[in-house]
């Protein structure tokens, strides 16, 4: 986990609010994955992101959620209008390219009241 | 979507003796395995990985194995220590994306 900072570590939103999730990857990594996981169970994948660029978006939910990952600073995750069923720990992934080792954040557990 | 599915979600074991964590792969595209251990409240922490090109690898106490004619991985912890307690996934990468199993829990009793 060293090196991937997530931020919030905890984040509590109320029904219909907006919840942004930011990840700072490894110094030197270009790629970023996130994933969702609820608990006791895997993670799934939702995003893989390139600095200014959506690789594959397949595990995201059509609405509501977005990605992004800007040339400079943090890739963001933004869930618009929570629902109780957000209610999970995120995490983000980075690697310097493809194919190699993934490093995990800390994780944001989001909390929808 | 895809399958990784673990044999046992639960696994007990005497502190010292050795553990096995058997992991089940339906990918045959995929080419690389990587396995985590998740302790509580903490993200993934990477243990070992694997390429397809290889059967077998080593790590500190950790050996993986791969065997591509029935897509299973293996992970296997020499001298388990209470500190191994957590929750391990495979995962496996077939392409731009990882797939991950639902986990098994090892608990190590001392």
């Known amino acids: 986990n060293a090196g991937v900072m997530q931020n919030p570590r905890h984040l509590v939103r109320r029904r219909g609010q907006e919840a942004r999730l930011r990840c700072s990857p490894m110094k030197g990594h270009s790629h970023v994955y996130w994933y969702r996981q609820l608990p006791e169970e895997g993670l799934k994948f939702m995003v893989y992101l390139q600095k200014e660029n959506i690789i594959d978006e397949s595990g995201m939910p059509k609405e509501r959620f977005s990605a992004e990952f800007p040339k400079e600073g943090p890739s963001i995750l933004r869930i618009q209008q929570v629902v109780r069923g957000d209610s999970a720990a995120y995490f983000c992934?980075?690697?310097?390219?493809?194919?190699?080792?993934?490093?995990f954040g800390p994780g944001t557990r989001l909390l929808v009241l | 979507g895809e399958s990784v599915g673990l044999h046992l979600p639960t696994l007990s074991v005497q502190e010292g003796d050795n553990s096995i964590i058997n992991c089940a792969y339906s990918n045959s595209a995929s080419d690389y395995f990587i396995w985590y251990k998740q302790e509580s409240g903490k993200g993934p922490q990477f243990i070992i990985d694997?390429?397809?090109?290889?059967d077998k690898r080593q790590g500190q106490r950790v050996t993986v194995l791969l065997n591509k004619t029935v897509k299973h991985l293996s992970l296997q912890i020499a001298a388990t220590q209470p500190g191994d307690s957590a929750v391990y996934f495979c995962?496996?990468?077939?392409?731009?994306?990882?797939?991950f199993g639902t986990g098994t829990s090892l608990t190590v009793i001392p």
């Open positions: 694997i390429r397809s090109n290889m």
């Open positions: 995962a496996e990468n077939p392409g731009n994306q990882f797939y």
């Open positions: 992934a980075s690697l310097g390219q493809a194919k190699e080792t993934q490093y």
